[in-house]
């Protein structure tokens, strides 16, 4: 599966961001996604994960209620909505498939995006 992850920029505190995932390769519907961000320094963590047919969701516990993250299995594609983003949000994104069910532990995933940058700042 390859995975290109789009949408990070520049937001202010308080601002919102779309964070897109297109897949290609092989069937997209078989994965499991999830969602991790890495600072400098920093060990990559979890963000978000969606079971292959969407109905199972788990978020850290900082950005729940804040963010959203579904899946339209028809355009291949994983979505991450983030609204009030704060400060400590700012990380490189990134976007993961993993063959068994959804995670929260990066070792289970197979496939890695390449990550966009989201920077939270006034």
């Known amino acids: 599966v390859q995975l290109q992850a789009s949408g990070g920029g520049l937001v202010q505190p308080g601002g919102s961001l779309r964070l897109s995932c297109a897949a290609s390769g092989r069937t997209f519907s078989n994965y499991a996604m999830g969602w991790f961000r890495q600072v400098p320094g920093k060990e990559r963590e979890f963000v978000a994960a969606?079971?292959?047919?969407?109905?199972?969701?788990s978020y850290r516990n900082s950005v729940r209620g804040r963010f959203t993250i579904s899946r339209y299995n028809a355009r291949n594609t994983v979505y991450l909505q983030m609204n009030s983003l704060k400060p400590e949000d700012a990380a490189v994104y990134y976007c993961a498939a993993g063959a068994g069910t959804r995670s929260t532990t990066p070792q289970d995933y197979d496939y890695w995006g390449q990550g966009t940058q989201v920077t939270v700042s006034s």
């Open positions: 969606i079971s292959r047919s969407g109905d199972s969701i």
